[in-house]
């Protein structure tokens, strides 16, 4: 199992290159990466329409599914770990989180210069906080 979500994740931090440009017009070019908490909001929630819009999304919710896997590794339920954050149930849509990420972000712009999946970190113990009882189910 630990085998599949690294490789999904190597896999989809390998995908960089096909993603649309955070800063693109309605034209966008492939984006080479992305870097920033600002980058990835903006590919999040992109501001152009077409199949660059399209792509875009699609690397978002990659970046999220990969964040989300490898976070459920390092803290399984019932582990001996405290996770850093914890999900309600039901938990939301990866189109949901993509939104409310990069919603995050545009409130919190003194985060934007930091590395992409440290604003993603900030952005889910923010908004998922463990409670307790939270992180007593979790373990």
């Not at 803290?75 to 999900?87: D, E, K, M, S, T």
Request: charged share 10%.
């Amino acid at each position: 199992m630990m085998k599949i979500a690294t490789a999904a994740l190597v896999l989809g931090l390998a995908a960089v290159p096909f993603a649309a440009s955070a800063q693109a017009p309605a034209t966008a070019t492939p984006v080479t990466q992305v870097q920033t908490t600002s980058d990835l909001a903006a590919v999040c929630d992109p501001g152009w329409s077409g199949i660059s819009r399209l792509e875009a999304i699609a690397y978002c919710q990659g970046y999220l599914t990969s964040f989300g896997q490898h976070h459920a590794l390092l803290y399984p339920r019932g582990g001996p770990g405290r996770p850093l954050f914890c999900l309600p149930d039901p938990s939301p849509t990866i189109a949901q989180s993509g939104v409310a990420f990069a919603a995050w972000a545009r409130e919190n712009p003194r985060h934007g210069s930091e590395p992409a999946l440290d604003g993603m970190l900030r952005w889910a113990q923010a908004t998922y906080p463990c409670t307790p009882a939270a992180s007593r189910r979790a373990r």
